[in-house]
């Protein structure tokens, strides 16, 4: 039985120590070891592949990641079907009420979303004060 | 009709009268519409006299007969209730509405159990008897003379509002059964000094006086509520009648030789007393408090409000009854305020600065008398001074009103016959004030130092102090009468031949207070003159069940016995020493005016330090308001410029440090190429930009500050 | 209704469902049913029938416990409980969102802004804060303040077009992430430490525990930033004067009584019941942070000229006076909170009331200056400032002095002279910056001349604050005995 905090602790203090010197020294190892070669074609993003154009931080249509927010949304709710699909067999109708009611508050959002024009891709800008 | 039962109504009428001015009187007041507050100085001028009933005078008239009327009413019933009061045999009637404060059970400081609760409830008793009759009767008084004073400044209706709010929580404060409720009326007063001061808001001085009355008063007020709670936690009670009887219950013992709870608790009460009544060092704010309307400078910085302390204090006997050496303390502080204000009164030019720090001086021989155990004879002072300077300042509001606005004596003179009623009904209140036999303040004042030299709680320094004081009071008071009603007149050509007496409505108010500082006195006659029955004597046996507490433990400290031939020589000397002060004042204003310049030019530094009155404010304004809000204050502002708006001034170094690392890091990571972190790095990358405004990092900055605060609090522990 | 879900769980839930399902119709009927924009009074309709749905939920819970004269009812196996604390709190909660809808009406006409979902993020918020009152357990906690703080996220930012309002709601949303984290790190381990994620298990778990246990110490530690942050008290207080500030002026009165509330509740829960025997632990940290509310939100408040930033900063100074209520410790203490809480409600929604009364077209009326004159042109919302002002600066007879009161009698009861004398002398500083707006109300010319535009809706929540305040003052036995009832025990 470990008497104080310092041995009951140790074996988790032992595995921050180890895990901070493999990854040093994986790193510090490559850096020793490895050949340096430093020149334009080296320093590309694609050493061997595409030549980059333009600059990274190139602006995306505020549409695009609404759009990616909904999609993350709706996909996490299929998610959550999946351990549903599972017990419900054990839960019955309990479990399908439950469900039902997720859905419908889904479903709320996801008519909110429609109406307001969210997935509506080629739609303009609306004016502030339209409703 | 038994009013005894209906004492709670006292303050509602009052009360009603505010609500129906403050919420429907801009409908009523036609001047209201074009709210220009003009400074009295402006008002005969401009307005002129034919203009007063030019238009509106209905509804005005209407606002004039509806808040005097009020304080009338609560008058009238005041009166009824009290000779009601005066035919019970205990002397003493409680009307409890409902409990307004209440806790559970606790234990107590010093052991044993107790309920606290506060009442919505009213006590009258002969102290608040004596309290509310000056404060509904004066308060009448001075609103009837505000009908003619006013009468020609915007928002009347906003005026009378605040003068019927102000006498409802002073009711409040005086029929208050416990020191909860008691604290309502005194935060209340507060508030309405606090409007009336500033009400001619267009001069900036008078809006900075009413700032500067209410802080001081606040400072003042901590220590009551500390008090208060502090006596909540030992004795357990905060009514009046439990608190007296649990401290002469024998359970506490008096603190004769030390600082012991109780003391530290009377203490903090005359904190709260220092603050209301402008002692030192909390005075400062009643001498600015004069930017507002006169009728409200005599009702609540001279007769009322300000003797709120006072009547606190009496109310408190039993407590500073048991701490001999706090009661010292008020004695002590009583006497050094009463003498240096009457030294700056010397000195000072404005006729309602002379007055107002009289009113400090005078406030301060009622803490004298009551620090000698004396209270009755504090509240005698209280109640023969209420008459007198609130008739002196009305008797100055209606000599500025003649002269046009004038404040400064040195611009005043041979008013004499010019306002005959306003110079003799002065005169009587001068010589009053100086202590003349026959006339109310020399009985109060007489009996006060004859207390504070016999009493076996006095001491005979503070009695000089006193005599000093005393013909120091009837000098300034004698200077101001000769500089304003004697000799030639010094105004211009077109104040002088403006110069009227006032309305009927000032005049008659004026000649009331006259009669009443000639007769106040009369029922508090000297034990000495014998040849007066007791019935002249009324005031000190109708307060003495009142101050019974304080009385026995006097009688424990043995009292000395003094020839009576002492204090007929005591008394010869505080009348011929007023008798002086007259006299020094006649010769120097009258007869060689030219010999006070030579005086100034003699006393040099002395006299200016007078007239700069002992660079008081200069003081605190280097201690306080430089020192904390400059020094302190900024500090915290510029902690808030910096890191509240993100200049991170304070943080600085820090945020250097950090954008330097994170700097290093950038190189690194942007070379391993992870756009996560070198999104964060890039928000602490630039220092440059950590001293814009608003950065959301610096206050992220603080949070894990204050984080590792915490832990490092624990791993230092 | 099976063994899941049982007729006590449902009595519980029933106002959080009503909350919910008016939030939801509200969103969708702005579309559906009343699309016109004369029809938008019916979505205010709907909300106020939202909210007695819920309050005659909250009534049959109020009587059924005073009825069996049990202390409290628990549904989902102890993750919710109803009793006297959670149903005062839920009282209070309805009474601000209510008050915040009466006077969001014109203000929301007046900027130009979305009805529908103004009043649907109020009712889910309210759903927030009743899980945050009635939680009993760290995950049903934590999801009623993450959807309490979301819903305050986007109504920060609801003024899209205002510049200000956007970057308030993105700093509130970040730093609220960023505590969000702490708290559930402190979860996790406080789950770690006992197994469970019952409040009551948990506390039984730490009760057993060595109180200077290093992981206990963390959990408490990151705990305790998480709930001061979100009752802004310093260190953790940085977002609340832009967040104030920038936030729709309805939205900053939801936020300063709803929120802080709901959270002083949640931290009540946690403090008094699974941290209770750390008490030794965590009090100089709670000591620490009041003194330091006090002193950063009173001194800092003398130095602004926005109003809605000055009252961010004496926002902060309550959080301090509240703190000081749990530092005390004792009955009298814990009712004190619960009475400060009520009046601050009340109080505060008062004087935002006045500030959104003064918002008309090409005013903003956030400026110590707009308010100029206000005595002059409509005394009734100057007295009703008047008596809020007095009342946060806890001057009696108004109900801020109840409070403040009870606060003090419990840290001198306590002992504790020290903090109370400090606490009193700050009352003193408070002073000096409300009286800076009276002033200008009380002291000073009309600007412009223009009368007060209000609708019956304003006027209705006027009176509602002003009787509170002054009702909770002169008559506060009723609402102390509610309070003492709240107590946990």
Known sequence: MPESYVELYFPVFLQVLIAMAVAGGMIGGSYLLGRKVKNRIKDTPYECGITPTGSARGRFSVKFYLVAMLFILFDIEAVFLYPWAVVYRELKLFAFVEMFIFIVLILCGFFYIWKKGALDWSQQERPPEER | MNFLELIWLIPLFPLFGAATMLLVGRKLDPQAASEVAVAPGVEPAAAGSGHEHGHGGGAKFLISLFCPGMVLLSFLLSAAAVFQLSSLPEKTHQVIQFTWLAGQPFHMAGGGMATFAADWGFLLDPLSSVMILVVTGIGFLIHVYSIGYMAHDGGYYRFFGYLNLFVFFMLMLVLANNYALLFVGWEGVGLCSYLLIGFYFHKKSAGDAGKKAFIVNRIGDAGFLMGMLLMLATVGSVRFVDVNQALTSGRFHPEIAGFGVLSAMALLLFIGATGKSAQVPLYVWLPDAMEGPTPVSALIHAATMVTAGVYMVARSNALFALTPETSLIVAVVGAFTAILAASIALVQNDIKRVLAYSTVSQLGFMFMAAGVGAYWVAIFHLFTHAFFKALLFLGSGSVIHAMSGEQDMRGMGGLKDKIPVTFRTMFIGSVAIAGIPGLAGFFSKDEILWQVFSSPLGSKSVYVVGIVTAAMTAFYMWRLMFMTFYGASRADARTQAHVHESPKTMTVPLMTLAAGSVLAGWIGVPKLWSVFPEGFRTFEHWLEPVFEASAARAVAHGVAHHDTSIEWLLMGLSVAIAVAGILTARHLYLIRPGLPDAIRKASGPLYDTLLNKWYVDELYDFLFVNGLSKGGGALLSRFDASVVDGGVNGAGWMTRFTSRVSIWWDTWIIDGGIRLASFLVKCSSYPVRIFQTGYVQSYALVFVAGVAGFLLYFGMR | ?489
């Open chain 3, 1 to 489: 209704m099976s063994q899941y879900y049982t007729a006590t769980d449902h009595f519980v839930l029933v106002p959080a469902i009503m909350l919910a399902l008016f939030g939801c119709a509200i969103l969708l009927f702005d579309f559906w049913v009343f699309p016109e924009p004369k029809q938008r009074k019916w979505l205010l309709a709907f909300l106020a029938l939202g909210e007695a749905f819920a309050g005659y939920g909250l009534w049959q819970q109020h009587t059924y416990i005073a009825g069996q004269g049990i202390a409290e009812l628990t549904a989902f196996q102890g993750s919710l409980v109803v009793d006297g604390f959670s149903l005062f709190f839920n009282w209070m909660f309805i009474a601000a969102a209510s008050i915040v809808a009466l006077m969001s009406y014109r203000y929301l006409e007046v900027e130009g802004e979305h009805h529908g979902e103004y009043y649907s993020l109020i009712l889910l918020a309210q759903c927030g804060m009743y899980f945050l009152a009635s939680g009993a357990d760290l995950i049903t906690l934590f999801v009623g303040l993450e959807l309490m703080a979301l819903c305050f996220y986007i109504m920060v930012g609801f003024l899209r077009s205002d510049k200000r309002s956007n970057e308030a709601a993105m700093k509130y949303l970040l730093l609220g992430g960023f505590s969000s984290g702490f708290l559930a790190y402190g979860f996790s381990l406080l789950y770690g430490l006992s197994g469970s994620t019952k409040l009551s298990e948990i506390g039984v778990a730490i009760a057993r525990r060595d109180p200077a246990d290093p992981v206990l110490l963390l959990a408490m530690v990151t705990t305790t930033v998480g709930l001061l942050f979100k009752i802004s008290a310093v260190p953790f207080h940085m977002w609340a004067p832009d967040a104030y500030e920038g936030a729709p002026t309805t939205v900053t009165a939801y936020l300063s009584v709803g929120s802080k509330a709901a959270s002083i509740a949640f931290l009540l829960r946690i403090f008094l019941g699974p941290l209770a025997s750390a008490r030794a632990a965590w009090e100089p940290l709670l000591v620490f942070a009041a003194i330091a509310s006090l002193t950063v939100g009173n001194l800092a408040a003398i130095s602004q000229h926005n109003i809605k930033r000055l009252l961010a900063y004496s926002s902060i100074s309550h959080a301090g006076y509240m703190l000081l209520g749990l530092v005390a410790g004792n009955e009298t203490g814990i009712k004190g909170v619960a009475v400060y809480v009520l009046v601050y409600t009340f109080t505060n929604l008062g004087v935002f009331l006045v500030i959104v009364a003064l918002r008309r077209e090409g005013l903003v009326g956030d400026n110590i200056d707009d308010l100029a004159g206000l005595m002059h042109k409509s005394p009734g919302y100057a007295l009703l400032m008047l008596i809020c002002l007095l009342s946060l600066a806890g001057i009696p007879p108004t109900a801020g002095f109840i409070g403040k009161y009870y606060i003090f009698l419990s840290l001198i009861q306590a002992g504790r002279y020290v903090l109370a004398a400090a606490a009193a002398l700050y009352v003193a500083v408070a002073i000096y910056y409300y009286f800076r707006i009276v002033r200008s109300m009380f002291m000073s010319d009309a600007e412009d001349a223009g009368a007060m535009e209000t609708t019956f809706g304003v006027r209705v929540a006027a009176a509602l604050t002003g009787l509170g305040t002054l009702g909770i003052g002169i008559f506060p036995e009723p609402f102390l005995r509610f309070a003492g009832q709240s107590l946990i025990r």
